[in-house]
């Protein structure tokens, strides 16, 4: 076995998600989930931070406003991709997928992330070794949405294998 990953984030997505939160609940609820998670402070978008942080945001998002919402945050990470957002306007959705996995390996510490968009119409999304709890598979497949939306294209996004289940990745289908 190699060495063990240590599992951590950028406080960049960790930010997201609480604009998020912040944007959909206020600062009330801004407050409610920090101190939920027990945490105070600022996160500095380039350094990196334990990714149970990140777990537990998530996990505050579904059980106390409902688990609906993860794919909301997921579509909103999507349109606040920041460097990639003044690419979305020109871009098909391959365009961006593709830049998936680069834009992935900046952020988190550990996994891996396969953009496969050699098929027409469809684009496969691979993560390995990165989803621990359903709340993450959810987001994932928010994401995956707000490819389509913020290219004004119609289609559908299904999560047809999960590391969670015993698979060897979660496999998202974004078909178009
Ligand atoms: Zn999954």
Do not use: H
Request: glycine share 8%.
């Amino acid at each position: 076995m190699g060495k063990k990953v240590e599992r951590k984030v950028r406080g960049s997505i960790l930010n997201t998600y609480l604009a998020f939160v912040t944007k959909k609940w206020g600062r009330d609820g801004y407050r409610l989930c920090m101190s939920e998670i027990g945490l105070w402070g600022e996160f500095r978008d380039g350094n990196y931070y334990q990714d149970a942080i990140r777990e537990n945001i998530l996990r505050w998002i579904a059980r106390e406003k409902g688990e609906e919402n993860l794919r909301e945050c997921g579509k909103y990470i999507a349109s606040n991709l920041g460097i990639l957002s003044w690419l979305v306007r020109f871009s098909d959705p391959k365009a961006i997928a593709s830049k998936f996995p680069k834009n992935f390996s900046e952020i988190y510490s550990y996994g891996r992330m396969e953009a496969d968009t050699s098929k027409d119409k469809l684009i496969v999304l691979r993560l390995y070794d990165v989803c621990r709890i359903r709340e993450c598979c959810e987001v994932w497949l928010g994401v995956c949405e707000g490819v389509l939306e913020s290219t004004k294209t119609k289609g559908k996004v299904e999560e047809i294998k999960c590391s969670i289940e015993g698979a060897d990745c979660c496999e998202y289908r974004i078909s178009y």
